[in-house]
């Protein structure tokens, strides 16, 4: 049986790719921020996303840029569970 928390990072790595596919060309290819992440942190390279579908690039000078049903919620992805 699936894992909650194997999905929803399955449903992470789903948005990310929708998201530097649909809006790759005018923010730049993003990623998300783990605590894996290189030292190198550079803000204005990540981004996060919200269950409703939002997504939250970070910026250089602090604070998130805002986008609207950006990618799939996670109720309609197919890795969805309570």
Not at 43 to 48: A, L, Q, T, Y
Request: aromatic fraction near 18%; charged fraction near 25%; glycine fraction near 6%.
């Amino acid at each position: 049986m699936a894992d909650f928390f194997d999905n929803y990072a399955k449903w992470r790595d789903d948005c990310l790719k929708q998201f530097n596919e649909k809006y790759g060309n005018t923010f730049g290819k993003r990623s998300i921020h783990t605590l894996n992440s290189d030292d190198d942190y550079i803000p204005d390279k990540f981004v996060d996303f919200a269950e409703d579908g939002s997504a939250y690039l970070h910026s250089l000078i602090g604070g998130t840029n805002y986008i609207p049903n950006a990618v799939t919620p996670w109720t309609e992805s197919p890795y969805f569970m309570e």
